[in-house]
T-cell receptor
Framework: DAGITQSPRHKVTETGTPVTLRCHQT?????MYWYRQDPGHGLRLIHY???????DKGEVSDGYSVSRSKTEDFLLTLESATSSQTSVYFC??????????????FGPGTRLTVL | SQQGEEDPQALSIQEGENATMNCSYK?????LQWYRQNSGRGLVHLIL?????REKHSGRLRVTLDTSKKSSSLLITASRAADTASYFC??????????FGAGTTVTVRA
């Protein structure tokens, strides 16, 4: 998985607790993305980053926040987890504008269960 | 909302046969990409076709793009057990963003 790691790989938490997922890359790519994958929905973009401290919302950003203080790390935080946020979360990176001229490389995913 | 929609949702074929899946999308695109996802893994990029291209090949993969019909197809020739996976098309909707379909699950029987 092309120099991208996600941690933790699995997490079970309770409703109302904060959760932070970490994505770490060693490729020095500028663009980073967080997706969630649910049955029947494909991948949906949560947030993305186009540089250190530069982030923007995707199509399903409610209930999530992100931070990027270093090129290599992109954090996804669920401030107060809900059962609807049970999902598999994928981080992706791209060297150029995501999708415009270059492919995205994906991490191995984090399976999050909110009870 | 999903830009790309794959068809069929699932496909089962015999080893050695060809597998064809289609993707339709709604708005104009700069390019269209296909990805593969093996069970429990992240997505892997297969091929990118730009809007001014009509056909592209990569090994046993053949992708076509018809912008007039807003559709693309992915053909896997001489399938192998290792091709068992889900396949997703992705289109660039707005800056920096890809829009993925729900995928086609391909099962290759030995």
């Amino acid at each position: 998985d092309a120099g991208i790691t996600q941690s933790p790989r699995h997490k079970v938490t309770e409703t109302g607790t904060p959760v932070t997922l970490r994505c770490h890359q060693t490729e020095n790519h500028r663009y980073m993305y967080w997706y969630r994958q649910d049955p029947g929905h494909g991948l949906r973009l949560i947030h993305y980053s186009y540089g250190v401290k530069d982030t923007d919302k995707g199509e399903v950003s409610d209930g999530y926040s992100v931070s990027r203080s270093k090129t290599e790390d992109f954090l996804l935080t669920l401030e107060s987890a809900t059962s609807s946020q049970t999902s598999v979360y994928f981080c992706a990176i791209s060297e150029s504008r995501g999708g415009a001229y270059n492919e995205q490389f994906f991490g191995p995913g984090t399976r999050l269960t909110v009870l | 909302s999903q830009q790309g929609e794959e068809d069929p949702q699932a496909l089962s074929i015999q080893e050695g046969e060809n597998a064809t899946m289609n993707c339709s999308y709604k708005t104009s695109i700069n390019n269209l990409q296909w990805y593969r996802q093996n069970s429990g893994r992240g997505l892997v990029h297969l091929i990118l076709i730009r809007s001014n291209e009509r056909e592209k090949h990569s090994g046993r993969l053949r992708v076509t793009l018809d912008t007039s019909k807003k559709s693309s197809s992915l053909l896997i020739t001489a399938s192998r057990a290792a091709d068992t996976a889900s396949y997703f098309c992705a289109t660039d909707a707005k800056d920096y963003k890809l829009s993925f379909g729900a995928g086609t699950t391909v099962t290759v029987r030995a």
